[in-house]
């Protein structure tokens, strides 16, 4: 006779997570306490959208454009929540000035949720919103700050938009993960993928542009509508840059003068090698990059970009 | 100044879930105490692979085979777990012996899990097992067995094996999702989706059969190896029914003679109609579907797929 284990009353998880404050189901906690029901369509079939948007020295940046992307993203998906636009940046709020954390990285997800008779009809599901707030972090460390990124070129297509919509930001992300193991392997930081044309499309994470004779460009379709992409994009107009989005060839990306890569997580980030040849020839960041560097960091100063927190405590 | 929310100590969940056991973290627990860290990557990057076994009458059907494509997608994605195939035997058992259940869905996953500091690279993360067991369920339900599924041939583009590998059991849905809002639409049960050639692919959870003058066919590439499409060519050959795994033209599918669908949830599944056509002209199961339905559960009492649950309490 089999003996069977006995049944425990209450999971109990002895992993650690960084510091954090979440908010699901109505209530805010530690992140460590943030779980998430395993029959989750979300977990389950992947079936969600988020945002990401950051905080620093105090306040959000770019919040009403990362909730207006967040916003569209369940409307494609036939997603809703009980909270409009403003009770999410409430909410998002609330989780930072709880956390303390003057920088910030905040995550907000719909979740197709469950159904409680497991039907498989998503229609049937209660939709469901979970936020969470940790310590601001970077696709690039510190040494790839400085140094660049080594990026490998892949023969990985990203999934293709008419299979997965890349402009509703979704957790799609195996082709990411394996293009990353085969770039590990090539002794790379990091990757970039393919669209269905061979051209290149985006990272783990990341949008990415080229320099050529102070042009700048990135690739148009099939690559997610990034925040700090559309910044680029911004700054390169006040600054009477060129600026286009339009297919990449591979072979014109590792000719570039320059390349970097944006993301919310980072911001701006130079990459220095791609397939292990120096970009631009030159082992150092390019000019334009470190501007542009620079110029994401100053802009975060501009109140049309800010929503400051008011923490506990403070006179603000 | 903004009156800030106190944080709970401890998440409470107060949905209702289907009942069932889980294993999660070296603890059995009841499947509403079963919950994953909202920063585990299988949910944040949909990074994990899983397998669904089923019970029936008190015994695992096929559990070896389960295993076996369980594993190697671990292997595939670079995932390692502390448990060999017969520990994950032991704990699927202990799951279904502690629910009861005499028929279950019996699914287990491995995810990406997390890192302590939330880092990036997937190969700083300790990966996650996870075990749960829940009634069985069937992708149709009562009345679309009797009556036949009604499919929507979508023009949703299946994501393809260049992207991400179908033959790696994974979550990545919202292909199948958004295929799913379209056959609403059309007023259909469910929906097909197609590959990168237009040929047929598969749908939400199922592979597709189409029979035309006593030859049995289904989608060869791109598409998930199911353990029950395996049933079927098994079946078949018993039979000395020709079956061949190729590729189907939408127009292949709509003129059979009949069609079926199969699914670890729901076995061998009928097919009536095809875009508001009826399969085959007629309104009735086809004869070989109804065969084939019949043997599959039939092969559920031959010991070389069984292998029975010890239930507390009783004699076996």
Same mark, same amino acid.
């Given at each position: 006779m089999h003996k069977l284990p006995k049944l425990t009353s209450r999971h109990v998880d002895r992993r650690n997570y960084p510091p954090g404050v979440a908010y699901m189901d109505g209530q805010y906690l530690p992140i460590q306490e943030a779980k998430l029901s395993i029959l989750d369509y979300g977990f389950l079939h992947s079936d969600a959208t988020y945002d990401v948007v950051h905080v620093w020295k105090g306040a959000f940046f770019r919040l009403g454009d990362h909730l207006d992307r967040?916003?569209?993203?369940?409307?494609?998906?036939h997603m809703s929540i009980p909270y409009d636009?403003?009770?999410?940046?409430?909410?998002? #709020?609330n989780c930072v000035a709880l956390s303390g954390f003057k920088n910030a990285y905040v995550e907000f997800i719909c979740t197709r949720g469950t159904s409680p008779n497991f039907s498989r009809d998503p229609r049937d599901a209660?939709?469901?919103f979970v936020a969470f707030v940790i310590p601001f972090g970077s696709v690039a460390n510190k040494e790839q700050m400085e140094r660049g990124l080594h990026i490998a070129v892949t023969d990985v297509l990203r999934i293709p938009?008419?299979?997965v919509d890349p402009t509703v930001k979704n957790y799609h992300w195996l082709d990411m993960v394996k293009a990353l193991y085969a770039a590990y392997e090539l002794g790379a930081d990091t990757a970039v993928l393919l669209d269905a044309n061979g051209n290149v499309s985006e990272g783990p994470g990341f949008n990415i542009f080229a320099v050529k004779d102070g042009v700048v460009s990135t690739p148009d379709l099939g690559v997610l509508l990034g925040i700090t992409r559309q910044t680029i994009f911004d700054l390169c107009a006040e600054m009477g840059i060129?600026? #286009?989005a339009q297919d990449?060839?591979?072979?014109d990306l590792k000719s570039a003068d320059e390349v970097f890569v944006t993301s919310t997580a980072g911001g701006v980030m130079p990459v220095s090698q791609m397939d292990r040849q120096p970009i631009g020839g030159a082992r150092e960041v390019g000019l334009l990059t470190k501007r542009m560097m620079a110029l994401y960091?100053?802009?975060h100063e501009d109140d049309k970009y800010r929503n400051a927190i008011s923490y506990p405590g403070?006179?603000?």
């Open positions: 967040f916003f569209r993203g369940m409307t494609e998906l636009k403003a009770e999410v940046a409430d909410i998002l #709020h209660e939709n469901r938009p008419s299979s060129e600026c #286009h990449i060839a591979v072979e960091w100053q802009i403070s006179a603000e």
